[in-house]
């Protein structure tokens, strides 16, 4: 008996010392077939229950496993541009942003804390007198998120801040302020609501992109209407929650069939200046630097746990 104990014990100890190399991934998680993500910007749909540990990394900037993501101050890197927006701790900035996929796209759901919401910290001259946008940019100049791709997941280019030709590795954003415009101006029509004087969108961009849809046109446009977002303000306005949908095959070589290469950074404005913290934990742009994400079935969130499977 003894010895069977001491052979189980070994057999646990090869199996988690074996398996640690091949955990350093990003896991996408898809969601339980009863599972349905309506984008509303209301996170009660989400199986929260069901995920585990969050993607971490460790002090090499290695990844840990993990099926979603935290601002770790520790290993995150905070990018403030040298201007004076310091990071004052989690009620400046914090988050948790849950992903998960299912057979036609990818989810996320990101919940943040922050207690400094609205256009008056935003980038300056980013609405008019009557709160419309007016185009005058576009990307870094409200609160929100952005996502780092590398859909080839071949960490190239080295640098896609200086050389965007690859078609697909690129960077998309989705800021707040849209859910701002309808707080804040309620009468101005749904039509209007996140678009510049041009009509094309000024909440959600792709940028640093080799292909086409980066071109502020039409196929932009059409590129960005396909993904869904939706932001709620809290009522006390110290923090929201957004939730987009990204359907597979929107960017070239983004679908579920095969690893790629992710980030993320939480943009924060406060007092009218620029910050944002970057989950890889270094702040140039550069591919090499993503982690990859697998998008895994075998343990469905909204499913049966693992941890509650009855082992006798
Ligand atoms: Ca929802
Ligand atoms: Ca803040
Ligand atoms: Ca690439
Ligand atoms: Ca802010």
Request: aromatic fraction near 14%.
């Amino acid at each position: 008996m003894k010895n069977l104990q001491t052979f189980c014990f070994l057999l646990l100890v090869v199996a988690a010392t074996s398996s640690f190399a091949q955990d350093r991934f990003i896991d996408c998680r898809k969601f339980d077939s009863s599972i349905t993500i309506v984008i509303d910007g209301d996170g009660g749909d989400w199986p929260l229950t069901s995920y585990g540990s969050p993607a971490l990394l460790d002090s090499d900037l290695n990844v840990i496993r993990g099926d979603h993501f935290i601002i770790d101050p520790e290993t995150a890197n905070y990018d403030n541009q040298d201007n004076t927006n310091a990071y004052e701790g989690p009620e400046d900035i914090d988050a948790t942003t849950y992903i998960g996929w299912d057979d036609e796209a990818f989810f996320v759901l990101n919940i943040v804390t922050d207690d400094k919401i609205g256009f008056e910290h935003a980038n300056a001259d980013t609405i008019d007198a009557d709160g419309y946008l007016t185009g005058a940019s576009t990307g870094w100049t409200n609160d929100g998120i952005e996502f780092w791709l590398d859909n080839d997941n071949n960490r190239e280019p080295p640098n896609i801040q200086d050389d965007q030709t690859s078609p697909n590795d690129l960077q998309f954003n989705v800021l707040i302020d849209d859910a701002l415009q309808r707080l804040d101006y309620p009468d101005i029509d749904e039509f209007d609501i996140g678009m510049t004087p041009n009509y094309t969108f000024q909440y959600k961009e792709i940028f640093r992109c080799g292909a086409d849809f980066n071109d502020g046109g039409d196929l932009e446009y059409e590129t960005l209407d396909t993904i869904e977002t939706a932001t709620i303000i809290d009522e006390d306005r110290k923090g929201y929650t957004m939730e987009i949908r990204i359907p597979w095959g929107t960017f070239y070589e983004f679908n579920p069939d095969a690893p790629i290469g992710f980030s993320i950074s939480w943009t924060d404005w406060d007092d009218g200046e620029f910050s944002h913290w970057i989950w890889h934990g270094t702040v140039d742009a550069q591919t090499s630097d993503y982690k990859e994400m697998r998008f895994t079935s075998d343990n469905p969130l909204g499913g049966v746990s693992i941890s509650t499977w009855s082992i006798y």
